[in-house]
């Protein structure tokens, strides 16, 4: 039953793999000792009972029985807390919780982060609150809520500021919620301890363990407490203390490994000394560098947002000042006209203790906000006041301008930083990336960090000296169509850029040249646009010219423009002629005939019945785990938190087997019912490849329990490789005979003119930060290439195809399998002749039969074969898929000199070479 809740809460809250292995662990204590469901308990029966279970653990360290949760930041304890009260509700009964918070910051985040309807409700998905969600009773209205306890819901979750209780610890008196109000006959204090059910969470408890509020709290005597924090000790005047309560540990290290937050990088200057500068011009040049950073990271978020179709990101910088004084300087220093001409003037807010009354509302109304793409806040001061709680996901730069020597302020200072902003990693280095800037004495603390057994690894980013392409600009590009129009710069610019990126490309003259034609030729783009899906009646993009297709436009045209006829008339110039309707739509029609291609939208679909599964196959090496670690415990040097090497459930199965299987079936893709045979031979074949090393049954038992969760993840990555999937058949289907050309979204230096793409590049490797024009027959006025093989066969296109361009992300749709992923495939070329169409891809020899490559290749010729299955019906031309190595790309050959590269199937893993 338990072990049923406790994936029904995993699955539907989607907890990620640490904090889903949290909750196991939590369920495993509660098995193991269930008397902690219960007051008048033997607690040390109790301790000695999970010791044996948790090698962390040593002593509860409160007057009941609390278990710590160390999570890295950036990992979501937050959602965490909401799947500890959902499991507990659901799988135990349990309807009282009370929520400890360790300042006004996080008591704010949480009370928002419980409220049902908020962006990051933690209850979301969870059916059995949706009608009747838990009431929330907190430090500000218990006295207005109290006599209605219990009535709205079956759950309460009561959330308490500690910081709030201590002042009033301090000031000589019982905190407020203890002193006497009647409430259900007792004070509210009396009343939650008197509460049969109550359990304690506290949100970064290292922050309040050992100071008076907390020992007033311990009198609710709750069944149990449950303590997160993701710096498992407490700062004393002997050097960190760490926590005896922990039986969950995820350092950052893991976080970082497995990728759910981003990745630290250190940054300095090239050959940069620091004695050579004075305090002033060293921090001037740090925040120089940092800007730097910055503008370059908001470039390719705006780049990443537009290709990938999701929210665009805007990124901040954080500045850590000495103090207020600092901090006030650095603001009026970053605002003047001497940093970077006045560009961050109205963009910059300090945030520290000096700020009171209004001005202190409008700081932090503005600190909450900085996430809004549309707050202009650009960078951020402070003075050690952002520590925990402030969960943001867009901060990108730091610039620590203090000596910061307490471990806690170092890591939870970058852990500001940590969180990604679309939840996972992007593969994008930049939008993945946090940098903090480290010319002098931060560099102490990255070295400490650096050593290795610091969980904290950070990766070096070294910086020329401020040169003319550092820079950078997002640069959006659409179809030639659009410019030779004359429609570029009206809504959809031909060059639409973030700054300046220089010289303009070449441009040709316009079809329209007034205002009504061009806003006449706009509707009429919009109305082809819909005859994609029309293929009964435009199979290719040819048969637009079709007399009676061109009726029907302009009908349609004519239709949409009625409600702007009388603004496209008074919009035109005085004796400006009004337009002519058919040539309009001839003309325009013949534009897109030209400056297109016929791509059309493929989507092969399985018929019938669909099932799946795996091929029978040999596992390949295996780890030589050992017996007997299970009980080894380590103790980090950066903070002294406690961690065991490796850990099992402690329960012991009957079959060996059932230690792999159980942890293989709570993978989603793999079904027990129909697999379990492959299951259980995979699962032996494991057991006899640690038999075969002379093992007892014992030393096995120890094994499989502490290694079994490695053991399933391994066998899981290579089930993946022997996946099948089966249907009755399968459909080729065609939804689009022709797609309009997206356009291309680009990450630029700035400052720099267009190049001509015949232009010998003299630093090949600064070849990915230039744009190119020039062309005659490309599709696009402006391209972008990744290399300059790349480069040189856009000349070979430029002189033997009737026509040819680069794909935007999107163009195709075309998606390969690599492992359990299936990423879309972006080819490299597209061009036409007289009698084929290439998709073409430039790899380096030596990347041609990756397992990436290949994949890529399967798919682009499977999209191939459909695609000229298609052409052959409509009279269309055939398509081939050429996959060239680099060291072949010549000025000197011709475009049919690469066909001799064409792929025309992929099979075993063996490309078809025609």
């Not at 809740?5 to 909750?23: F, I, K, M, N, Y």
């Not at 039969?849 to 000229?868: D, G, I, M």
Request: charge should be negative; aromatic fraction near 8%.
């Amino acid at each position: 039953m338990n072990q049923r809740v406790l994936h029904h809460v995993s699955g539907r809250l989607s907890l990620r793999p640490p904090q889903a292995e949290s909750l196991a662990k939590l369920m495993q204590a509660l098995d193991t000792a269930p008397e902690m469901l219960g007051h008048g308990r033997d607690m040390t029966a109790i301790l000695s009972t999970l010791k044996a279970e948790f090698a962390t653990l040593e002593d509860f360290e409160r007057e009941f029985p609390s278990l710590c949760f160390a999570l890295a930041t950036g990992v979501g304890k937050t959602r965490l807390m909401g799947a500890f009260v959902a499991y507990l509700h659901l799988a135990h009964g349990i309807n009282n919780f009370f929520v400890l918070a360790p300042n006004l910051t996080i008591y704010n985040k949480l009370i928002a982060d419980f409220t049902p309807n908020t962006p990051k409700y933690v209850f979301k998905g969870i059916g059995e609150f949706a009608q009747q969600s838990p009431e929330i009773i907190t430090g500000d209205n218990y006295e207005q809520r109290g006599s209605t306890m219990g009535l709205l819901s079956p759950v309460t979750i009561n959330i308490f500021n500690i910081s709030k209780v201590n002042s009033e610890v301090r000031g000589g008196k019982e905190p407020r919620i203890k002193r006497l109000r009647e409430v259900l006959g007792d004070s509210y204090f009396d009343y939650l301890a008197n509460l049969p059910d109550l359990v304690l969470l506290m949100d970064e408890s290292h922050r309040y363990r050992a100071q008076a509020g907390m020992r007033a709290i311990n009198e609710l005597d709750p069944l149990f407490g449950l303590e997160l924090t993701a710096t498992p000790f407490i700062e004393s005047s002997r050097g960190p203390v760490p926590f005896k309560n922990v039986v969950m540990d995820y350092p950052l290290a893991r976080a970082l490994e497995d990728g759910f937050v981003k990745e630290p990088a250190v940054v300095t200057q090239r050959n940069f000394t620091a004695s050579a500068h004075t305090p002033d011009e060293l921090e001037k040049i740090k925040l120089e560098d940092g800007v730097r950073l910055h503008e370059s990271t908001k470039a390719e978020l705006l780049t990443y947002a537009r290709e990938n179709g999701v929210k665009v990101v805007k990124p901040f910088m954080l500045v850590i000042a000495r103090d207020t004084t600092h901090a006030t300087q650095l603001k009026a220093l970053i605002e003047s006209d001497v940093f970077y001409a006045g560009r961050y003037a109205q963009k910059v807010i300090q945030v520290d203790s000096s700020r009171t009354g209004a001005e202190e509302e409008v700081m932090v109304t503005r600190l909450l906000a900085v996430e809004n793409v549309d707050e202009p806040t650009e960078i951020v001061i402070h003075v050690n006041m952002l520590k925990e709680g402030w969960d943001v996901t867009n901060l990108y730069t730091i610039v620590p301008l203090r000596a910061a020597n307490a471990r806690t302020l170092i890591e939870q200072s970058i852990g500001r930083g940590l969180r990604l902003p679309y939840g996972k990693r992007t593969g994008v280095a930049e939008v993945d990336r946090l940098n903090i800037v480290a010319h002098d004495k931060f560099q102490e603390i990255i070295d400490e960090a650096n050593r290795g057994d610091s969980p904290i690894h950070l990766k070096q980013v070294i910086l020329d000296a401020p040169g003319s392409d550092d820079q950078k600009v997002s640069v959006q590009v659409v179809s030639g169509v659009m410019a030779r129009l004359g429609l570029a710069g009206v809504a959809d610019d031909a060059l639409v850029v973030v700054g300046d990126v220089g010289a303009t490309p070449t441009v040709f003259a316009p079809v329209f040249s007034t205002a009504a034609e061009r806003q006449a030729a706009r509707m009429v783009l919009d109305v082809i646009g819909s005859y994609e899906t029309r293929r009964d009646l435009v199979p290719v993009a040819g048969a637009l010219r079709d007399a009676g297709i061109q009726a029907r436009i302009r009908a349609e045209v004519a239709e949409r423009l009625k409600p702007l006829q009388g603004n496209l008339l008074a919009g035109a110039v005085e004796g400006e002629a009004v337009p002519d309707l058919s040539a309009v739509v001839a003309k325009t029609t013949e534009m897109l005939i030209q400056q297109s291609m016929d791509i059309p939208r493929i989507a092969v679909v399985p018929t019938g019945e669909v099932t799946t599964g795996f091929h029978p196959f040999q596992l390949a090496a295996l780890p030589n785990f050992q017996p007997g670690q299970r009980e080894i415990v380590g103790q980090e040097l950066r903070g002294n938190a406690q961690f065991t090497l490796s850990g099992g459930s402690g329960l012991r199965e009957r079959r060996l087997a059932d230690y792999i299987v159980k942890k293989l079936v709570d993978y989603d893709d793999i079904d027990y019912f129909t697999q379990a045979d492959l299951l259980y031979d995979l699962a032996e074949q494991c057991i006899t490849h640690y038999e075969a090393q002379n093992y007892v049954e014992s030393e096995l038992h120890e094994i499989l329990n502490t290694y079994g969760g490695e053991l399933a993840r391994l066998i899981h990555a290579e089930m993946m490789a022997h996946f099948w999937e089966a249907a009755t058949g399968y459909e080729v289907q065609v939804s689009r005979g022709f797609t309009a050309l997206r356009p291309c979204n680009y990450t630029v230096a700035a400052g720099q003119g267009v190049h001509h793409f015949r232009e010998t590049v003299s630093e090949p490797g600064r070849i990915k930060q230039m744009l190119f024009g020039g062309f005659a027959r490309c599709l696009y006025p402006l391209q972008k290439f990744d290399s300059d093989t790349e480069r040189r066969f856009a000349v070979v296109l430029e002189r033997d195809a009737l026509k040819w361009f680069k794909p935007a992300k999107g163009q195709f749709q075309m998606y390969y399998k690599l492992g359990a992923e299936q990423p879309e495939y972006i080819p490299d070329f597209v061009a036409e002749t007289d009698t084929t169409i290439f998709m073409a891809e430039t790899k380096a020899r030596s990347e041609l039969n990756t397992p990436e490559v290949r994949a890529k290749a399967a798919a682009a010729a499977r999209w191939c074969k459909h695609a000229s299955d298609h052409a052959a019906q409509v009279g269309g031309k055939p398509w081939k898929y050429l996959l060239i190595p680099h060291d072949e790309v010549a000025e000197s050959r011709r475009l049919m000199d690469f066909s001799r590269f064409e792929v025309a199937d992929v099979q075993d893993g063996h490309m078809l070479i025609t």
